[in-house]
């Protein structure tokens, strides 16, 4: 049985190798998620105006909060708590990606659409589950 925590893991690890050119290189997603926080620490300002490279410590912020949120999910008990934390962070994620592909030049877009192809795929299969519970995958006996 697939069970939801896998597919949380597989979200989060996913989301996290997502590349993205900012400056004169590239990185990845978690990277930029652990650059955001002494930004916040020295006030950096939180602000969506401008380019990819002038918005992309908030964006971090988003998926590092998103991630935050899955992270906690696992040690609450209660089912409705636990869901609705799945969800934040599951709708946080979501909006860091769509930023990052909104601020994004096209090149750049192209890159981050394809290295996010199993973020996408991942999230899918947790939607699924929170609309509809956990299910079975059965594997083929040869």
């Known amino acids: 049985m697939l069970s939801r925590k896998i597919v949380k893991i597989g979200v989060v690890i996913s989301h996290s190798v997502i590349v ?15 650059a955001c926080i002494p930004n916040l620490i020295d006030d950096y300002g939180l602000t969506l105006k401008g380019d990819l490279g002038d918005s992309v410590m908030t964006i971090g912020l988003f998926s590092l909060l998103g991630k935050l949120l899955f992270g906690i999910s696992f ?8 869901e609705g934390l799945e969800f934040l962070g599951f709708l946080l994620l979501w909006i860091s990606f769509y930023l990052l ?12 659409i394809i290295t996010g192809i199993p973020f996408i795929l991942c999230s899918i299969i947790l939607a699924f ?11 083929k006996e040869l």
């Open 20 to 34: 993205l050119g900012v400056g004169h290189g590239i990185g990845l997603m978690g990277v930029i998620d652990i």
């Open 75 to 82: 040690f609450v008990k209660k089912i409705a708590a636990r």
């Open 101 to 112: 592909n909104f601020k994004a030049e096209d090149s750049i877009s192209t890159t981050i």
């Open 129 to 139: 589950m929170m609309m509809f519970g956990d299910f079975e995958i059965h594997k």
